[in-house]
T-cell receptor, first 114, second 115 residues
Framework: GNSVTQMEGPVTLSEEAFLTINCTYT??????LFWYVQYPGEGLQLLLK?????DKGSNKGFEATYRKETTSFHLEKGSVQVSDSAVYFC?????????????FGEGTQLTVNP | EPEVTQTPSHQVTQMGQEVILRCVPI?????FYWYRQILGQKVEFLVS????????KSEIFDDQFSVERPDGSNFTLKIRSTKLEDSAMYFC?????????????FGPGTRLTVL
């Protein structure tokens, strides 16, 4: 079956530090890959996505590249801000099937200190 | 900006009671979903709904669960006889088109506590 594995958290960084949150996946075929973010008290928001191998998704300074050879979709940001403190979820959608469901990773709590 | 809303934000109930969780999807969206997250665990898919019927459901979504779109705006999840293990955060989501190619927009969640 499909699965997503994220690096264990929580992650605590100082402002302007470099961020990497690892995500690897298991899926048949060529799924679409997503990063969702959840700010305190809010719902899950799509941060970025990639729908095919070697695509790079980017938004708000965050980037992730769809690597089929390593089945990975690691999230990176060059310089984090306090406002980036949130929970980050990696997810996949298997396009080949009915594709309704998103399969999520465990979520990684990020705290950025001033 | 349009958003998915959910009520209540927190529901406390006794084991064996029925609960109804309510969601108002984005108005022009056609596909609707429920997910849940047990504390400390992954967000899990429950069910998707399109054209007034269930299009996909997970193994979690057994006979105790049902979904309904009772009018043009609400989308509800009913749990007939709650168990302790139903305690979780329940997220509603919607998408404008087929889920394979369209973003799912999530609501803020309803925290269900079963005592």
């Amino acid at each position: 079956g499909n699965s997503v594995t994220q690096m264990e958290g929580p992650v605590t960084l100082s402002e302007e530090a470099f961020l990497t949150i690892n995500c690897t996946y298991t899926a048949t075929g060529y799924p679409s890959l997503f990063w969702y973010v959840q700010y305190p008290g809010e719902g899950l928001q799509l941060l970025l996505k990639a729908t095919k191998a070697d695509d790079k998704g980017s938004n708000k300074g965050f980037e992730a590249t769809y690597r089929k050879e390593t089945t990975s979709f690691h999230l990176e940001k060059g310089s984090v801000q306090v406002s980036d403190s949130a929970v980050y979820f990696c997810a996949l959608n298997p396009k080949e099937t009915s594709g309704s469901r998103l399969t999520f990773g465990e979520g990684t709590q990020l705290t950025v200190n001033p | 900006e349009p958003e998915v809303t959910q009520t209540p934000s927190h529901q406390v109930t006794q084991m064996g009671q029925e609960v109804i969780l309510r969601c108002v999807p984005i108005s022009n969206h056609l596909y609707f979903y429920w997910y849940r997250q047990i504390l400390g665990q992954k967000v899990e898919f429950l069910v998707s709904f399109y054209n007034n019927e269930i299009s996909e459901k997970s193994e979690i979504f057994d006979d105790q669960f049902s979904v309904e779109r009772p009018d043009g705006s609400n989308f509800t999840l009913k749990i007939r006889s709650t168990k302790l293990e139903d305690s979780a955060m329940y997220f509603c989501a919607s998408s404008v088109g087929a889920p394979s190619y369209n973003e799912q927009f999530f609501g803020p969640g309803t925290r269900l506590t079963v005592l």
